[in-house]
T-cell receptor, first 113, second 111 residues
């Protein structure tokens, strides 16, 4: 069964350092999403790609967060510099161009010390 | 703004009984609704969905009911099993695929 892959699964870093997360969506899925989930809350969308183009990054803190999907396949989310409040689960999801169901990867648990 | 609300943070039921998880939404543009199940340290797993043209969708032990006039949906699990213990997220989306999630309900099924 096709799955969304994410790495690393866990990341511990000190504040002011740079971190990067990687996501490989389900093959053929044109739409890719990055979410942030804080404990006790639902996932919140950070950025949405359609192929290689950003279609929604209104909730992305652009002073420190960046995301790219250069070839329209896998994607990288970067935080620089990391802050204590960035500690959360970062989830990647993908969906087919016409479908509404999003399929999630296992997530990256980030801890900023 | 919380467009999707799950007002019960937790629910505990006995094995074999029915679990009913509730969700309310405010945006009338939502036309597709989903339930996801999440275990600790894992990503959400898609469980079941329903479009706004239906009022019920069933998949094995799981049934989702949609009441559009009340802007309310619910997930019924019958019979509940200990392996169903997880956090359940309600989600809703409009045609542009912008999905909004509730805060989740932690279900505990006791043997």
């Amino acid at each position: 069964e096709a799955e969304v892959a994410q790495s690393p699964r866990y990341k511990i870093t000190e504040k002011s350092q740079a971190v990067a997360f990687w996501c490989d969506p389900i093959s053929g899925h044109a739409t890719l999403y990055w979410y942030r989930q804080i404990l006790g809350q639902g996932p919140e969308l950070l950025v949405q790609f359609q192929d290689e183009s950003v279609v929604d990054d209104s909730q992305l803190p652009k002073d420190r967060f960046s995301a790219e999907r250069l070839k329209g396949v896998d994607s990288t989310l970067k935080i620089q510099p990391a802050e204590l409040g960035d500690s959360a689960m970062y989830l990647c999801a993908s969906s087919s161009r016409r479908g509404n169901t999003q399929y999630f990867g296992p997530g990256t648990r980030l801890t900023v010390l | 703004d919380q467009q999707v609300k799950q007002n019960s943070p937790s629910l505990s039921v006995q094995e074999g009984r029915i679990s009913i998880l509730n969700c309310d939404y405010t945006n009338s543009m939502f036309d597709y609704f989903l339930w996801y199940k999440k275990y600790p340290a894992e990503g959400p797993t898609f469980l079941i969905s329903i479009s706004s043209i239906k009022d019920k969708n069933e998949d094995g032990r799981f049934t989702v009911f949609l009441n559009k006039s009340a802007k309310h949906l619910s997930l019924h699990i019958v019979p509940s099993q200990p392996g169903d213990s997880a956090v359940y997220f309600c989600a809703a989306s409009a045609r542009n695929n912008d999905m909004r999630f509730g805060a989740g309900t932690r279900l505990t099924v006791k043997p």
